[in-house]
T-cell receptor, first 113, second 115 residues
């Protein structure tokens, strides 16, 4: 069964600190892995998209890594800001002739002043 | 460029009623997909439309249906509403060119409450 699991479920960090969110997946055949940021009451916004051959991708203070062998990904946030408070969703795309997206349930991050 | 627009933003209905949600994609995007988001289940795929045709469908009952118009705007309909249909309904648009790393752009969603 295609599954995406994220940890931790929630996280509180102090402003200015770094943090790392985890994503493990059991998806086949793998196409790509995406990280989204979702502010409360808003739709998700794409942060990164990584294919099988990419093992790291950055978007400003966000850096995603992918280990296709262990089927793990992480999202590292550097020098956190209050505006980073949001849910972060890991999404894996299954290549079945068309794209099928499998969503994780997200990590809720709260950055405290 | 305007983003994905969903209307209405909030909706309150009672059990047994039906509801229609609307989504206007980014100009030039031909694919529109719909998702249901609940606190317990996270995001779940409903269906995708491309050039007025349903191209892909998730595992939802037939009470959930959709359509796409020639201008790529899409509507989603839920009939005979149940309490469990209370959720945030998100629409996403993309070019629809079939690229495996195609980026999705989400609207802000319609928050549906069924009483």
């Amino acid at each position: 069964k295609n599954q995406v699991e994220q940890s931790p479920q929630s996280l509180i960090i102090l402003e200015g600190k770094n943090c790392t969110l985890q994503c493990n997946y059991t998806v086949s055949p793998f196409s790509n892995l995406r990280w989204y940021k979702q502010d409360t009451g808003r739709g998700p916004v794409s942060l990164t998209i990584m294919t099988f051959s990419e093992n790291t991708k950055s978007n400003g203070r966000y850096t995603a890594t992918l280990d296709a062998d262990t089927k793990q990904s992480s999202l590292h946030i550097t020098a956190s800001q209050l505006s980073d408070s949001a849910s972060y969703i890991c999404v894996v795309s299954v290549n079945t002739g068309f794209q099928k997206l499998v969503f994780g349930t997200g990590t809720r991050l709260l950055v405290s002043p | 460029k305007a983003g994905v627009t969903q209307t209405p933003r909030y909706l309150i209905k009672t059990r047994g009623q039906q509801v229609t949600l609307s989504c206007s994609p980014i100009s030039g995007h031909r694919s529109v997909s719909w998702y249901q988001q609940t606190p317990g289940q996270g995001l779940q795929f409903l269906f995708e439309y491309f050039s007025e045709t349903q191209r892909n469908k998730g595992n939802f009952p037939g009470r959930f249906s959709g359509r796409q118009f020639s201008n790529s705007r899409s509507e989603m309909n839920v009939s005979t509403l149940e309490l469990g249909d209370s959720a945030l309904y998100l629409c996403a648009s993309s070019l629809g060119n079939g690229a495996l790393s195609e980026k999705l752009f989400f609207g802000s969603g319609t928050q549906l409450s069924v009483l």
